[in-house]
């Protein structure tokens, strides 16, 4: 039933099914995500990638299947047929806790579960500073901070601290995707690499233990899919934070991630190291849009 | 506005000017020169053909002049003939900031300028709730970005609440505390209000744009029928009267054992309207205030990122629900406050204070003022509600002006007077955000 | 079952009206994503000029009522589709493109302009006429008395809004006009680079929404013999109604809602209580856009992330 589970699991995603009507988008897909690593998901156009992430994040209420997510370590996920079994949504114990994500809304996904995500097309408050922007990722800390904004209108200290800290973090970020200089300026005006550096910042303002990207990037030219390397193996090497991308760049994928799941037509394809993916004649044949029969020849020409 | 005319007084021009002149023909021959009247047999026509005449010839000889001596140059549209674009909004913008003081202290002054007519004070009063009104439903529909069509149900909630209390809950189980009827039931009005909000805001929430209008437009209109149609609790089409008036914090108006004698003053019935419109005046700042206040707060940004964005809200840990229903709320809650303010002010109530056309007129004063801007709306309300209330005499003719108006502003500064936003929080530099970049939600 | 018989008759010549007013709605809401708040008031327009033409033509001595009621409808359809096409020239076309609530507080800026246009040149007073057709047939009496009866004008209004909506969904389906409507709503900008004049297309169907609001307004002044300056906000309002409850862009779903919505107007105003029916077409506004936000025959929407 549950998929080999190595030492340090973050995220499981067990027999996920998504229907649209008649149409199945995604279909029974199983895989594990570790913890510190980047996990990449790849395939064709329309593989049914981008609806994974919006189940995942609790966009999508999944058809069929099961997503848990741990905090500390993997051993949480000894609770998990219990929670299963559960009505619950999560479990929490000590610093350990489980979450199933496909119980849970967008909101408390991100808030409870601490999964951020970026979105294919940029999504930013484009009306709003950069700074601004990440402030309202730190919402929900400052939200409480602000007394629910009792104490915040009557100008209390408290929330003048959380709110410097909460500058402070923003400045942080910012200084890593090299944005300071315009942080006063609307989010919409900045060029559309910068754009994309910033949704990440924002992402990570809010805390995330996994980081989901999608198609980060895309749009980019070489020497800005080269900076994106870098802050994403800065976030995970600094900060410990799990990451699940998907990306159609192959420099990216290969040079950055762990492990790679590939998908076609909603069914996943191959699981592994970049290496053993980009060997495997099935992903070949996917890529290249070669019939079942044709995949031997294939192979024997990959090996040639 | 196609211009066919490339040399002045050519044929084109003519013809062109023709045409308009007919199209006015159709429109005002059958409706205005054919004029409906009741006599002794029943419906005949009258006619009345001058107007029209008249209306013709204004268009003809207009568009004749316009093509002459505007249309000569290709493209050019009678929207030109107002200035508009980036320069002229720089300049306005920075008129509107000085003008921000200045308006604060005639708010301050009026009354106090001697051997003023009491016409103006009531007029500053009317002028004020409009204001307050405005920065009420501000929150709703400039910050939120939530389009609300029916504002003038919290209005009428906050008003209906206040006569209530204070006219059947207070005489009969809180006797003695008549004169601080108006300190009780403010709050319990606000309250009462925002409570409505979030009854009403429950169901909208999955609602975006125009069908939220359209859904909040027909609360509004519920509540108002409901009001006129619940003789027992509401008194129907005849409303609520003597409701008592608002006491300096427990001191009548009145001439002996009131207000004046306290402080030693002689006794002038427009002590009473003096102190109305200061009450109204806190309140409105007081909106004011909070609103600005509000902005700064984890609260308002997460309204002006829901405005600008849902889903990348609810992506960051934003409830799209409590986003919602705390902007419904609030903006209900300071349009309860002004529901009691009218009722105290007015001493009588009816349903029929409470009509769409109030809602439209608020909202109109939002959009117009720039959305999300506080100078912006108070100028609006003043223009709007001030402006036409000047013209009290021709009040046929008010409306349609204020009609046209509305459709005049609209197509010169489609984002209002004051359109850009200011940031509320800054790193180095406070900056504001154009107009072009900032969304007006979906919602 | 008589009275219910009779409620059901009311019901459907009231949605007939409803119907050909929520066209209007439908159309330019599918076209151009607006809501045409002044519509309704297009509509009130209408039944006055209807009012005018009737008084012209009595006078003028026509009185066989076949010839003059269709008369006053040409008329009322030439007039008030003028009306309609000048209020999108002057109030809706220079907002085009602009922001989203632009257009909207024009256009009610546009029905206040409306209303008190006629209130200042026909005046405030309600204006009422004698009965023009008269007559109906008994349908069933039941044994209390009461009998049950389609009126001629009844029929005549059912008739005629069957045929108006039968030409009107052939010009939609068969026509140039209907092909580049529909493409129109597609994609405004697509269709404008495959070369048809936009301007043109919404134009058109701001004069065909005005034409069938002509229609119901002097449908409504046969039917009820009373108006004012003011009956076009509620219809207005219970045509938008019907029009998203049959789901927005789809002319046989703002039929079926104006029916639906007269049904349960006059079913509530028949059983329950008549100072209630407007609250009860407005609540079923609000149920059905929260519970049916696509309307009955309209397209699924799919939240895009």
């Not at chain 2, 004698?261 to 009473?272: A, E, I, P, R």
């Not at chain 3, 000029?49 to 033509?57: C, D, F, M, Q, R």
């Not at chain 3, 020239?89 to 024009?106: K, M, N």
Request: charged share 15%; net charge negative; aromatic share 10%.
């Amino acid at each position: 039933m549950s998929p080999s589970m190595s030492s340090d699991t973050i995220l499981t995603v067990d027999n996920l099914t998504m229907r649209f009507g008649g149409l199945t988008a995604v279909d029974s897909l199983s895989f594990t995500a570790t913890r510190g690593e980047i996990t990449a998901l790849i395939g064709p156009n329309g593989a049914g990638k981008t609806t994974v992430f919006n189940c995942i994040t609790g966009f999508y209420k999944p058809t069929e299947g099961r997503i848990a997510l741990a905090h500390g370590s993997a051993a949480a996920f000894d609770r998990l047929e219990d929670l299963t079994d559960s009505p619950e949504q999560f479990s929490r114990n000590g610093s350990d806790a489980l979450f199933l994500l496909e119980r849970m809304q967008d909101h408390d996904v991100s808030g409870k579960a601490h999964v951020a995500r970026t979105f294919q097309n940029i999504r930013l408050f484009g009306g709003m500073t950069v700074l601004e922007n990440l402030m309202v990722a730190q919402h929900l800390p400052l939200m409480k901070a602000s007394g629910y904004s009792i104490f915040g209108l009557l100008g209390l200290p408290g929330y003048r601290k959380a709110e410097n800290e909460a500058i402070d973090k923003a400045r942080y970020w910012l200084e890593h995707i090299n944005l300071v200089d315009r942080a006063d300026e609307p989010a919409a005006g900045l060029p559309y690499g910068d754009q994309r550096r910033l949704e990440i910042a924002r992402a990570m303002c809010s805390d995330p233990v996994l980081l989901c990207l999608d198609e980060p990037a895309a749009g980019l030219n070489a020497r800005e899919s080269h900076d994106l390397n870098d802050i994403l193996t800065f976030i995970r090497r600094e900060h410990g934070t799990s990451l699940l991308l998907i990306e159609h760049d192959m420099s990216v994928v290969m040079e950055i991630s762990d492990h790679v799941v590939v998908l076609d037509y909603g069914k996943k394809i191959s699981d592994g190291t970049p290496d053993y993916v980009r060997n495997d004649p099935k992903v070949i044949a996917a890529y290249l849009g070669v019939d079942d029969e044709e995949i031997d020849d294939v192979e024997a020409e990959v090996s040639k | 506005m196609s211009s066919p005319a490339r040399q002045p007084f050519g044929l084109a021009a003519l013809k062109d000017a023709a045409i308009a002149a007919l199209i006015t023909l159709g429109l005002f021959a059958p409706v205005m020169g054919l004029r409906t009247a009741q006599d002794n047999s029943g419906l005949t026509i009258v006619e009345n053909w001058w107007p029209v005449l008249v209306a013709v010839a204004v268009v003809f000889f207009g568009r004749l002049i316009l093509n002459a001596f505007f249309w000569s140059d290709n493209g050019f549209k009678v929207t030109d003939l107002i200035p508009r674009g980036e320069a002229t909004a720089k300049v306005g913008e920075t008129l509107a900031k000085l003008l921000a003081p200045v308006l604060i202290i005639v708010a301050i002054g009026l009354p106090l300028i001697p051997g003023l007519d009491r016409y103006y004070i009531d007029l500053g009063i009317l002028v004020l709730t409009y204001v307050m009104l405005g920065w009420g439903l501000n929150i709703v529909v400039g910050l939120a970005g939530l389009l609300d069509l029916g504002y003038v149900a919290f209005y009428a909630v906050g008003a209906y609440s206040f006569a209530l209390i204070a006219t059947v809950v207070i005489p009969n189980y809180a006797p003695g505390l008549e004169l601080w009827a108006f300190w009780i039931c403010l709050p319990l009005a606000g309250l009462l209000a925002a409570f409505w909000g979030i009854i009403l805001g429950f169901p909208v929430l999955r609602l975006r744009g125009d069908y939220l209008a359209i859904v909040t437009l027909a609360f509004g209109e519920i509540i108002r029928i409901v009001l006129l149609n619940w003789y027992e609790f509401t008194g129907g089409p005849n409303g609520i009267n003597r409701i008592p008036d608002a006491t300096f914090f427990g001191l009548e108006f009145k001439r002996n054992n009131g207000f004046a004698d306290f402080f030693g003053l002689d006794y002038s019935s427009t002590q009473k309207f003096i102190f109305l419109y200061y009450l109204i005046l806190v309140l409105a700042f007081l909106t004011n205030f909070a609103t600005i206040r509000l902005r700064r707060l984890p609260i308002g940004r997460a309204w002006e990122a829901m405005r600008e964005d849902e889903i990348a809200c609810r992506s960051l840990g934003l409830s799209i629900v409590k986003t919602k229903l705390t902007a419904f709320a609030l903006g209900a809650m300071f349009g309860g406050f002004a529901g009691s303010f009218f009722a105290t002010k007015q001493g009588f109530i009816s349903p029929e204070s409470f009509s769409f056309i109030e809602s439209a007129n608020i909202l109109a004063i939002v959009v117009l003022g720039g959305m999300g801007s506080q100078l912006g709306i108070a100028i609006a309300a003043l223009v709007m509600v001030g402006g036409f209330e000047y013209f009290r005499e021709f009040e046929q003719y008010r409306m349609l002006v204020f009609g046209l108006a509305m459709v005049l502003i609209m197509i010169w500064r489609p984002r209002g007077l004051i359109s850009s936003r200011t940031a509320t929080v800054f790193l180095k530099e406070k900056k504001t955000v154009s107009a072009d970049m900032v969304a007006e939600g979906r919602g | 079952m008589e009275y219910f018989l009779q409620q059901l008759i009311n019901g459907l010549t009231l949605g007939s009206i409803y119907g050909l007013i929520a066209i209007g709605y439908t159309m330019v809401y599918g076209i151009i994503g607006m809501i045409n708040f002044a519509h309704g008031d297009i509509f009130m327009v209408g039944a006055f000029v209807s009012l005018i033409a009737l008084l012209l033509i009595t006078a003028l001595g026509i009185t066989a009522v076949p010839l003059a009621l269709l008369l006053v409808l040409v008329i009322a359809m030439i007039i008030t589709s003028l009306y309609g096409w000048t209020v999108e020239r002057v109030a809706y076309r220079p907002l085009r493109g602009s922001f989203r609530l632009a257009p909207l507080i024009s256009a009610i800026g546009m029905s206040i302009v409306l209303q008190n246009y006629i209130q200042i040149v026909q005046g405030a007073r309600v204006k009422a006429i004698q009965p023009i057709v008269t007559g109906g047939i008994p349908l069933m009496e039941s044994a209390d008395g009461f009998v049950a009866r389609i009126a001629n004008i009844q029929i005549i209004i059912i008739v005629t809004t069957v045929v108006l909506m039968t030409v009107f969904s052939l010009i939609v389906a068969k026509t140039s006009l209907g092909r580049a409507q529909r493409a129109c709503e597609q994609d405004l900008k697509m269709a404008a680079l495959l070369g048809i004049d936009t301007n043109r297309v919404i134009s058109l169907t701001f004069v065909m929404g005005a034409a069938l609001a002509a229609v119901a307004g002097c449908m409504y002044l046969v039917y009820y013999g009373v108006l004012d300056f003011y009956i076009g906000f509620v219809a207005g309002v219970k045509a938008f109604t019907a029009a998203v409850l049959g789901g927005i862009g789809s002319l046989p779903g703002a039929m079926l809602g104006g029916i639906l919505i007269g049904l349960i107007e006059a079913f509530w105003a028949g059983y329950f209580s008549s100072e209630y029916k407007d609250v009860a077409a407005f609540s079923i506004l609000a149920i059905a856009l929260i519970f049916l936000p696509t309307g009955i025959l309209g397209r699924p929407e799919v939240e895009k992330v």
